[in-house]
């Protein structure tokens, strides 16, 4: 008894494409199939990337100042770049991101720039605050919200990622550092990314020699425990050069 034909084998392929033949009908060659998506076809990773790419960046274009609109990230800070691209990817490692130096150096833009690269990187989830130091004082402090304060403390805690701009330049007070503290801290726990941005270091610069303080630093006017996490937390970029401001 000859050996069965099994479905699906060249044997059976080969048979079938005699009888058709028999009859009259020739079939084309078999080429290769090729049933995976393409990138323009859904299905396909860069397809579904290019779509949360464009959700985030209308977010980003629905939350940016107008004056920041057409931030762009400055070459020569590649630690800027890095960083967003982890935020894209694992943000619960990326840790944060302080950006230092004086007045008009162009802080505000490049933090704005690096949350345009996250938006254009496709992540998972991209929900931003960005909030000034003195916004966000004021929204938490009595009456400022009609939700209340504990809610809007939740909401900054919360996001999977804000922008604190001018961190340091409210009036010191024990209720300003305790508010910073549990924001801080909060998001610290969460491992959530954060963009700070300051006029200040971390630590006073002291005289070498002398040791005497020279000007305030971020642990004078916000206290050791926020500026320990900070230290442990963040990338910190020092923004250098004159104010740009006044230049223009």
């Known amino acids: 008894m000859p050996e069965p034909i099994r479905l699906g084998s060249n044997a059976a392929m080969a048979a079938i494409r005699a009888r058709l033949e028999r009859r009259g009908i020739v079939l084309p060659p078999a080429g290769p199939v090729d049933d995976a998506p ?79 690269m996250i938006a254009e990187a496709g992540p998972v989830d991209y929900q931003l605050i960005a909030t000034t130091a003195a916004d966000l004082y004021g929204r938490l402090r009595p009456g400022g919200s009609d939700q209340g304060t504990e809610h809007e403390l939740r909401r900054y805690t919360r996001v999977p990622l804000l922008l604190l701009d001018d961190l340091g330049s409210a009036k010191a007070s024990e209720w300003v550092e305790e508010i910073t503290y549990r924001l801080i801290n909060e998001r610290y726990n969460a491992c959530k990314p954060t963009i700070f941005t300051s006029n ?44 740009r401001r006044r230049a223009a």
Request: charged share 25%; no cysteine; aromatic share 6%.
């Open 200 to 243: 200040y270091t971390t630590e006073a610069p002291r005289d070498p020699e002398t040791g005497r303080v020279l000007g305030p630093g971020l642990d004078i006017i916000l206290g050791d425990r926020i500026v320990s996490r900070l230290a442990e937390m963040t990338t910190v970029v020092v923004m250098a050069g004159r104010d």
């Open 38 to 116: 393409n990138p323009d076809e859904p299905g396909h990773p860069e397809y579904h990337r290019r779509a949360r790419a464009e959700f985030a960046l209308t977010r980003w274009h629905n939350a940016v100042p107008y004056r920041y609109a057409d931030a762009a990230p400055i070459a020569a800070e590649p630690r800027i770049g890095a960083w967003a691209q982890r935020v894209a990817t694992k943000p619960s490692e990326a840790n944060s991101l302080l950006l230092t130096g004086n007045t008009g150096t162009g802080k505000t833009h490049q933090a704005w720039a690096a949350l345009r």
